[in-house]
């Protein structure tokens, strides 16, 4: 009987089993004993060459270090990454195998970088870096007791606002003169203003919007329900909250009739939200803040603006139109405005909500702002960041003084550095070009700056920036049409030395 053609297919796989089973097995013995030149882990720890190690950073670490590099060995033996020539260099300079594993092991994951993107509040980056001032005043106040709650005139126990409430009521008299000062929506009269700090700007509107509005309606305009980074939407903080969301208005037209035809026995609060990371232009129409403020004061309900950004700085002196101080907010009227730390202003990360002084007060009663409150650190680099806004000392702010640069100064800067770098594998070429704000603020406006444009044989752009990220401290920049992008806006002018020596081994 003839073979069918299960049986003709099984004899011709039978017949090829032989070569390919020897083949295997070559390789079978090849990993075999490659996987028996690796030494165990004790051995390895225990091991002259790794002494020196044990010596400075203990035998547990140093432990945990070998046991990892050897993984990595069997793991690359198992996958035939390592062959027997591979694998002898592996093991030759293992103890800076384990040294490196230990660095990063016990090295800290947070750490500072140099960024050469241009983008002055880069939120991935950790937005504005703070002042001299501020970081010398966190040294000390970290480093022992302070007086963060405790009124030293009468020994009581006192509030972490007093230490930078006097800052913000010497800046609201200086800006805001007494008959400018927004009207105290609950009984007409004119007051100082008053301002409570918490941890980020998303708490200053959660606690606002608690505080003022929990099961009752919040107006907010269509074209105002954004969303900014981390999927931080208006209308799920408002649901957070508990209040309840009554849009008014279409995306690019919402008048000020929309707002009071919505007005009704469940209205507790008028919002304005700042239009973060984009703008809405052409057939457009937004009601005022002094005509929302005017609205609220007729209806007795109180009226919110959520800034974002927040600037204690006139803007359009450097150049940036189209983004109204909180200053601006108050002035027109608006009886809260809640705005961040770290943008605009130049500080650490907090949220502030500055305004009339009893509805502030009833924030600060509120459970949920000990929650929501920020720490003596937060505080000392604020107070410091304040002080510089009351002496009018702005260039020491780093973010300030990055908008204020002149796009000659950075050209000359840049220039000098590539003429330090340039090699014939390195090329580098200055270039104009622009800088923006970031941080969700002025989105629409750019500052004119000097680019510097690398491009090196052999590597693609992909590939230089991830060098330039494995550089101590790693450099961040940006792609465009298939170059390495620096913008030294945002670079620091003690870091161009050591920016210098990075590029220089690039084109080595």
Same mark, same amino acid.
């Given at each position: 009987?003839? /073979?069918?053609?299960?049986?003709?297919?099984?004899?011709?796989?039978?017949?090829?089993?032989?070569?390919?089973?020897?083949?295997?097995?070559?390789?079978?013995?090849?990993?075999?004993?490659?996987?028996?030149?690796?030494p165990s882990v004790d051995e390895l720890t225990r091991s002259d060459a790794l002494a020196p190690l044990v010596t400075s950073h203990g035998f547990a670490a140093v432990t945990?270090?070998?046991?990892?590099?050897?993984?990595?060995?069997?793991?690359?033996?198992?996958?035939?990454?390592?062959?027997k020539s591979a694998l002898d260099l592996a093991l030759s300079s293992v103890a800076d195998a384990v040294d490196a594993e230990l660095r990063r092991m016990l090295g800290y994951?947070?750490?500072?970088?140099?960024?050469?993107?241009? #983008?002055?509040?880069?939120?991935?980056?950790?937005?504005? /870096?703070?002042?001299?001032?501020?970081? =010398?005043?966190?040294?000390?106040?970290?480093?022992?007791? +302070?007086?963060?709650?405790?009124?030293?005139?009468?020994?009581?126990?006192?509030?972490?606002?007093?230490?930078?409430?006097?800052?913000?009521?010497?800046?609201?008299?200086?800006?805001? /003169?007494?008959? *400018?000062? /927004?009207?105290?929506?609950?009984?007409? %009269?004119?007051?100082?203003?008053?301002? #409570?700090?918490?941890?980020?700007?998303?708490?200053?509107?959660?606690?606002?919007?608690?505080?003022?509005?929990?099961?009752?309606?919040?107006?907010?305009?269509?074209?105002?329900?954004?969303?900014?980074?981390?999927?931080?939407?208006?209308?799920?903080?408002?649901?957070?909250?508990?209040?309840?969301?009554? $849009?008014?208005?279409?995306?690019?037209?919402?008048?000020?009739?929309?707002?009071?035809?919505?007005?009704?026995?469940?209205?507790?609060?008028?919002?304005?939200?700042?239009?973060?990371?984009?703008?809405?232009?052409?057939?457009? $129409?937004?009601?005022?803040?002094?005509?929302?403020?005017?609205?609220?004061?007729?209806?007795?309900?109180p009226q919110m603006e959520d800034l974002g950004s927040g600037a204690l700085l006139d803007l359009n002196s450097i150049g940036i139109g189209g983004e109204d101080s909180v200053?601006?907010?108050?002035?027109?009227?608006?009886?809260?405005?809640?705005?961040?730390?770290? *943008?605009?202003?130049?500080?650490?990360?907090?949220?502030?909500? +500055?305004?009339?002084?009893?509805?502030?007060?009833?924030?600060?009663?509120?459970?949920?702002?000990?929650?929501?409150?920020?720490? *003596?650190?937060?505080?000392?680099?604020?107070?410091?960041?304040?002080?510089?806004?009351?002496?009018?000392?702005?260039?020491?702010?780093?973010?300030?003084?990055?908008?204020?640069?002149?796009?000659?100064?950075?050209?000359?800067?840049?220039?000098?550095? %590539?003429?330090?770098?340039?090699?014939?594998?390195?090329?580098?070429?200055?270039?104009?070009? =622009?800088?923006?704000?970031?941080?969700?603020?002025?989105?629409?406006?750019?500052?004119?700056?000097?680019?510097?444009?690398?491009?090196?044989?052999? @590597?693609?752009?992909?590939?230089?920036? =991830?060098?330039?990220?494995?550089?101590?401290?790693?450099?961040?920049?940006? @792609?465009?049409?298939?170059?390495?992008?620096?913008?030294?806006?945002?670079?620091?002018?003690?870091?161009?030395?050591?920016?210098?020596?990075?590029?220089?081994?690039?084109?080595?």
């Open positions: 009987m003839a /073979p069918n053609s299960a049986s003709m297919l099984s004899w011709d796989n039978l017949r090829v089993r032989p070569q390919a089973s020897n083949q295997a097995t070559k390789k079978i013995t090849s990993k075999s004993e490659s996987f028996r030149k690796l945990d270090a070998s046991r990892t590099v050897l993984n990595k060995m069997r793991q690359g033996i198992a996958e035939g990454l390592l062959a994951s947070l750490q500072p970088v140099i960024n050469a993107t241009g #983008v002055i509040l880069h939120t991935n980056l950790g937005r504005a /870096p703070l002042s001299e001032a501020a970081i =010398e005043h966190i040294r000390h106040t970290a480093a022992s007791y +302070s007086n963060l709650e405790f009124d030293l005139t009468d020994g009581q126990r006192g509030k972490r606002d007093m230490h930078v409430d006097r800052l913000f009521q010497s800046l609201f008299t200086d800006r805001l /003169p007494e008959n *400018k000062l /927004p009207a105290n929506q609950t009984d007409g %009269a004119h007051s100082s203003l008053a301002t #409570v700090v918490v941890n980020n700007n998303a708490a200053a509107v959660l606690l606002a919007l608690n505080t003022l509005a929990e099961g009752g309606e919040v107006i907010v305009s269509r074209g105002e329900l954004v969303e900014i980074g981390g999927s931080f939407r208006i209308p799920d903080v408002m649901g957070k909250s508990g209040a309840i969301l009554r $849009e008014v208005g279409s995306t690019n037209r919402t008048r000020i009739a929309d707002y009071e035809n919505a007005i009704n026995e469940r209205t507790r609060l008028l919002l304005r939200v700042h239009r973060s990371n984009f703008e809405i232009t052409g057939f457009t $129409e937004r009601a005022s803040t002094s005509e929302l403020a005017e609205l609220a004061r007729k209806h007795s309900l200053f601006d907010s108050l002035r027109s009227g608006i009886g809260v405005v809640t705005y961040s730390g770290d *943008k605009l202003l130049g500080g650490p990360q907090a949220g502030l909500i +500055s305004g009339n002084p009893d509805l502030i007060s009833r924030m600060r009663s509120n459970s949920l702002f000990r929650a929501l409150r920020a720490d *003596k650190l937060t505080y000392a680099a604020l107070e410091a960041t304040l002080l510089a806004y009351v002496k009018r000392d702005h260039d020491s702010i780093p973010a300030l003084r990055m908008m204020r640069l002149q796009k000659e100064d950075i050209g000359k800067r840049a220039e000098a550095l %590539a003429a330090v770098v340039r090699s014939p594998r390195l090329q580098a070429e200055l270039m104009d070009g =622009e800088s923006v704000i970031g941080g969700g603020a002025a989105p629409s406006s750019v500052l004119p700056t000097r680019l510097l444009a690398l491009s090196c044989d052999g @590597i693609t752009a992909d590939a230089l920036t =991830e060098r330039l990220r494995a550089a101590r401290p790693p450099v961040i920049a940006r @792609i465009e049409e298939g170059r390495v992008i620096l913008d030294l806006r945002t670079v620091f002018r003690e870091q161009d030395e050591a920016l210098g020596s990075i590029l220089k081994t690039l084109g080595q």
